[in-house]
């Protein structure tokens, strides 16, 4: 019963931790297709493969949230017809290249200049390697449904049929939210688009709260962190540890502070690399992204990028 | 009608959350003011799409009906965590100290900055007879004996961190695991396991409510 009573707490704490980040990226979304006609800065971003996710990726310095904030940010760039890479380049290394995550890494780790350079140089390279693995599939097999028909309604007739639209003499009309895309979107039609999406994304985030809770109040953390000295084990440990817990990026060095002394240096920067990427509570709110082959490639690139990462700083700091 | 009214209840359950303390219990102080701002803007947020949709009637999805008993469920059933639960699936792992707790006199120290102070001094014989005024819970791991503890945290509960000092308890005393004390005392330096160890001997042992604020940053 104790115990029971502790999961119910630590879903609490998890929930009304990432609700006001997720509150917030929903907002700054929102606040983006308010003020600015969407084609005009969408129809700027580069396309070119290299490229599109570097910018992508540098975007979150606009953007101080976590990786719940992200979510809906990124959607709302792929409903609009972004480019592939720079919508997955945000995704990906924005949770931690923002201003608030490196303030708070250096807060954490002020003797570790290595952490300071390495993390955020690690979340771009993992980043851009997600990126490019993920362009390389078509983007139906890629993209959530939902997702993928309202980003090629806004996809200009040059770049796709109407057949592949689903839109014209034999298919659905064109929903209102996708209409005049060189202006700008009345508030009604943003406040009608966010909030229906913060409360998709919120049943999401539950989901993903109440598993990371049941999962962290039956296994004893202290099972992961006892392989602390082995370098390979002590970076797949804390690779699962930072899957398990799902606290945000902004916060999660802090967290590491209290074990950085017990693992090898190569495994306190994969738990930093992987959490704002992979975790349990992030693994719900990808559903309204990526198709489930999408998020198992994401998940398992993203661990084995974080993997090599980590060795390779085993092997010099070592 | 029924979103903009979701919306606000998930409003409400973050504003009440900050004023019914129970955010104290939860979340690191610093995240208060953060979770009443958004419970405030989704309230707003609530009222104004309902009263754009006031007539309209459209298909609610039953994620956010789910979302929405969510929310009543953690309006109606406030957290109770078990401490010593807590505690037992962590490593006792704190932070470095920013400070050091020696500036204080012993006697304001609190259980954290205790045991911050000898984690970083490690030798006992530097606070041997040192007065001792702390409060905490009763933690007991596996067959060690019984500490008296405090969790700390860095963001929510989910990062909770043990820091427990042992304490030479009554032999008339058996402490009940969960318990909360205020324990005044003396520090003295004891072999335990073949090592010196600075352990709290008690000379008044106080029984008292969980405080409103148990986690300690």
Redesign the interface.
Known sequence: MNRLATTWALFQGLLLEALPFLLLGIAIAGLARWLVPQRLWIDRLPRHPVLAPIIGALMGFALPACECGNVPVARRLLANGAPLGTAFGFLFAAPVLNPIVLASTWAAFPNQPWLLICRPLGAFLIAIMLSALLVQLPEAQVLESALLAERRMNQPLSNLSLLKRGTGVIGEPLPETTTAKTERLGFKQVLDQSSREFLDLLALLLLGCLIAALVQTWLPRSWLLQVGNAPTLSILALMLLAIVVSVCSSVDAFLALGFAAQVTPGALLAFLLLGPVVDLKLAGLFTVLFRPKAIAMTAIAASFGVLLIGQWVNLLQL | MT??L??AL?GWL?VW?VLSR??D???RGV?HG??G??GV??IV?GI??MT?NIKQREPV?W??L??GL?AIL?LL?P????F???A????Q????PLELAFVLPPEQRTLTEWVRLLRSQPDPDLVDGNPVNISGFVLKLGESPAQIARLTV??????A?PAGLPVAWPKDMEPKVNQWLAIEGRMRVESRDGQRVAVVVPETIQPIERPLRPLEP
């Open positions: 979103r903009g979701l919306i998930w973050l959350s129970r955010l219990l939860l979340l995240f953060l979770v701002v958004s803007a989704l947020v104004a799409v754009r999805p994620p956010w789910a979302g969510m953690v059933l957290p109770n965590p078990s010593s639960d807590l037992a699936t962590r490593p792992g704190l932070p470095e860095r963001c929510c509960l989910a990062d961190t």
